[in-house]
């Protein structure tokens, strides 16, 4: 009777640390960057627990990285008034203006 008691104690915690886990999972796919898991012990959840907290970490720091390189991109952008990313008008130093293209072969002026 106590061994079953044991069996069934153990089965009840490992399903509540895996139903934890999967509740952090949902927040994180949710947007919860701030989510972890609490581990402590050696088994397969805790290793899975370990691995998910890495993981969590690995996106915040891309998420910080992108958010910096876009602050910066958008400073670049603001330096010079009437700039464009993606045009800027041609000078008489910088050469013939491009030309567009309708067709490959046939070219508009």
């Not at 009777?1 to 999972?25: F, N, P, Y």
């Not at 397969?44 to 891309?62: D, H, K």
């Not at 390189?69 to 008008?89: C, N, Q, T, V």
Request: glycine share 6%; with cysteine.
């Amino acid at each position: 009777m106590i061994l079953i008691h044991l069996t069934w104690s153990s089965i009840d915690s490992s399903g509540a640390r895996v139903r934890e886990l999967a509740d952090k999972a949902k927040r994180f796919a949710e947007g919860d960057i701030s989510v972890s898991i609490k581990t402590q012990s050696e088994d397969e959840i805790g290793v899975l627990g370990r691995t998910f907290n890495y993981m969590v970490e690995c996106v915040t720091e891309a998420k910080t990285t992108l958010q910096q390189e876009i602050k910066r991109k958008s400073a670049l952008l603001e330096e010079e008034p009437g700039s464009s990313f993606f045009w800027k008008e041609p000078t008489a130093s910088s050469g013939p203006r491009p030309v567009e293209v309708d067709f490959p072969g046939q070219y508009v002026p």
